[in-house]
């Protein structure tokens, strides 16, 4: 792998961003924008996947790092949560849902193998 010099480089990390970015513009519109504890919750849990991994990236060493991952793929969790929230408010659609349910999902698998990485290069 090479060697990563800023978090941005972090595939998980942009793919973060990118739910984050539409969950964002989804908060924006209809009743959900005027719902402001759901709103609130699932942008916050959203952008906490994205923070955790560029406060790890920003820590000393491997092990503090993969400790925030760990932090990112439990904010993932909760945003999947959130979602089901956001239908069963009728809120979103269950296309909408489904395609931000599978790109979280994609997050949470690129940060559990940049941990398993970071685990054997400790080994």
């Keep these: 792998m090479a060697t990563i010099e800023r978090f941005e480089d972090i595939q998980a990390w942009q793919k973060a961003r990118e739910v984050a970015s539409s969950i964002y513009k989804l908060c924006k519109q209809g009743e959900l924008a005027k719902d402001f504890g759901l709103k609130d919750q699932i942008r916050r849990s959203?952008?906490?996947?994205?923070?955790?991994?560029?406060?790890?990236?920003?820590?000393?060493?491997?092990?503090?790092?993969?400790?925030?991952?760990?932090?990112?793929k439990g904010s993932s969790c909760e945003f999947r949560s959130q979602l089901y929230n956001l239908l069963d408010a009728d809120y979103i659609e269950e296309p909408i849902f489904k395609d931000l349910y599978s790109r979280s999902e994609e997050t949470q698998r690129l940060i559990g193998g940049f941990i398993n990485y970071l685990n054997k290069a400790n080994a």
């Design 46 to 72: 959203a952008v906490s996947v994205q923070s955790n991994i560029a406060e790890g990236f920003g820590r000393e060493g491997n092990k503090e790092f993969i400790y925030f991952l760990r932090i990112a």
